[in-house]
Nanobody, 122 residues
Framework: QVQLVESGGGLVQAGGSLRLSCAAS????????TGWFRQAPGKEREFVAG????????YYSDSVKGRFTISRDNAKNTVYLQMNSLKPEDTAVYYC???????????????WGQGTQVTVSS
């Protein structure tokens, strides 16, 4: 069993920044990729970023490319999502997830975090 806990969400004005954290605990084989998803009310869940164990392979959706940066600190069992130049359209619940592979086109999730709310005001 692996637990993933997100933090760092909140309310920010358009153009501002937030950094989300995803801390893993429990029984972890710690070589898995990690991804960030988001879901806004009435919209489909979107895979926004992914990162492998060594940080040598990353993915970003077109909607966040150039604005968001995914990173990890393996010593802390933590993955981060730095979100810059935030837009109201970024408003969503953000979830981290442990992934089975670096197939970013079809990400397969075996553990989900509980989610953290990000609200971007105009």
């Amino acid at each position: 069993q692996v637990q993933l806990v997100e933090s760092g969400g909140g309310l920010v004005q358009a153009g501002g920044s937030l950094r989300l954290s995803c801390a893993a605990s429990g029984r972890t084989f710690s070589s898995y990729p990690t991804g960030w998803f988001r879901q806004a009310p009435g919209k489909e869940r979107e895979f926004v970023a992914g990162i492998n164990w060594s940080s040598s392979n990353t993915y970003y959706s077109d909607s966040v490319k150039g604005r968001f940066t995914i990173s990890r600190d393996n010593a802390k069992n933590t993955v981060y999502l730095q979100m810059n130049s935030l837009k109201p359209e970024d408003t969503a619940v953000y979830y981290c997830a442990r992934l089975l592979s670096t197939n970013w086109i079809t990400p397969l999730v075996n553990y989900w975090g509980q989610g953290t709310q990000v609200t971007v005001s105009s």
